[in-house]
């Protein structure tokens, strides 16, 4: 089955900088790479997606990658505010195949940003 | 905006007792799943639903499990004898389609089960 990888665990950045997290997955038929953001005994909330037909997603602030070739894919927030303090897991998917959309999640990723 | 919501927010139950968590998932979508989210940890697939029976199941969701759709809005997930390592926070999710094209899904606020 799907194996989803992600780092780092946590993440440390200054009001306005830049944060990366990265996932690899090792199923290449997932075509479908979400990204959750979860606050703090909240729900998960989709904030991007990314399809397997394109390389780079973006909308205002956060971006998303995909590298098919390397089975990776990124969540790029620039400009990051205290409120983007949460926990940001990636998803992949094989949605349309012989799965029924089941999502598998990375670790999880805490992302801390200081004013 | 419509939202998947989930009852109860929080059980406690007993070892051993029967538990019901119910979840109302958007009411134009098709598709359900349950997660869980053990503390601290990743969220687990456990089950998906669609046209009225289970369509792919995890490890986790063993005979002790079981999933229904007793009407046109609510999807439940039944734990049958509750297991100390059963506490978690159990999200309900839907997705409008997916065999053919790709499904956002929907987290409900979950409900966080507390097994004593």
């Known amino acids: 089955g799907e194996n989803v990888e992600q780092h780092p665990s946590t993440l440390s950045v200054q009001e306005g900088d830049s944060a990366v997290i990265k996932c690899t997955y090792s199923?290449?038929?997932?075509?479908?790479f979400p990204w959750y953001k979860q606050e703090l005994g909240k729900r998960p909330q989709l904030i991007i997606d990314?399809?397997?037909?394109?390389g780079e997603k973006k909308d205002q602030r956060i971006a998303v990658t995909l590298n098919k070739t390397a089975k990776h894919f990124s969540l790029h927030i620039t400009e990051t505010q205290p409120e983007d303090s949460a926990v940001y897991f990636c998803?992949?998917?094989?949605?349309?195949?012989?799965?029924?959309?089941?999502?598998?999640f990375g670790q999880g990723t805490i992302l801390t940003v200081h004013p | 905006e419509p939202e998947v919501t989930q009852t109860p927010s929080h059980q406690v139950t007993q070892m051993g007792q029967e538990v019901i968590l119910r979840c109302v998932p958007i009411?134009?979508?098709?598709?359900f799943y349950w997660y869980r989210q053990i503390l601290g940890q990743k969220v687990e697939f456990l089950v998906s639903?669609?046209?009225?029976?289970?369509?792919?199941k995890s490890e986790i969701f063993d005979d002790q499990f079981s999933v229904e759709r007793p009407d046109g809005s609510n999807f439940t997930l039944k734990i049958r004898s509750t297991k100390l390592e059963d506490s978690a926070m159990y999200f309900c999710a839907s997705a409008r389609k997916t065999r053919s094209s790709y499904n956002e899904q929907f987290f409900g606020p979950g409900t966080r089960l507390t097994v004593l």
């Open positions: 009411s134009n979508h098709l598709y």
């Open positions: 998803a992949a998917s094989d949605a349309g195949g012989t799965s029924y959309g089941k999502l598998t």
């Open positions: 639903f669609y046209n009225n029976e289970i369509s792919e």
């Open positions: 990314i399809r397997s037909n394109v």
């Open positions: 199923d290449s038929a997932s075509n479908y």
